[in-house]
């Protein structure tokens, strides 16, 4: 089972930046990886997904906004984040897209002034 370690998150205020890294522990290079989000009282949702030969797609309240990026020779995935809104705070995980392993603690991000 591949591990997940997800790091990168803080406290920025609205419209700043954060970039958010993933490291797997094995190889992830065929996999459909994504980034999900889970805001207090919600359930965890998808944000963006990347494809294995990079393509990305993103929700629509994330799009032009955040940049999900995958390095398959070191089993990372990258979540840019830009312009970021109150709205957007929320612990992140990244995982495998259609049958996720286990979680990891993911990485909070508060998006505060």
């Known amino acids: 089972q591949v591990q997940l370690v997800e790091s990168g998150g803080g406290l920025v205020q609205p419209g700043g930046s954060l970039t958010l890294s993933c490291v797997a522990s094995?190889?992830?290079?065929?996999?459909?990886m994504a980034w999900y989000r889970q805001a207090p009282g919600n359930s965890r949702k998808w944000v963006a997904r990347i494809s294995s030969l990079g393509t990305p797609f993103y929700v629509d309240s994330v799009k032009g906004r955040f940049t999900i990026s995958r390095d398959n020779a070191k089993n990372t995935v990258t979540l840019q984040m830009n312009s970021l809104d109150p709205d957007d705070t929320a612990v992140y995980y990244c995982n495998r897209f259609d049958r996720p392993f286990n979680w990891g603690q993911g990485t909070q991000v508060t998006v505060s002034s």
């Open positions: 094995g190889s992830i290079g065929s996999i459909v």
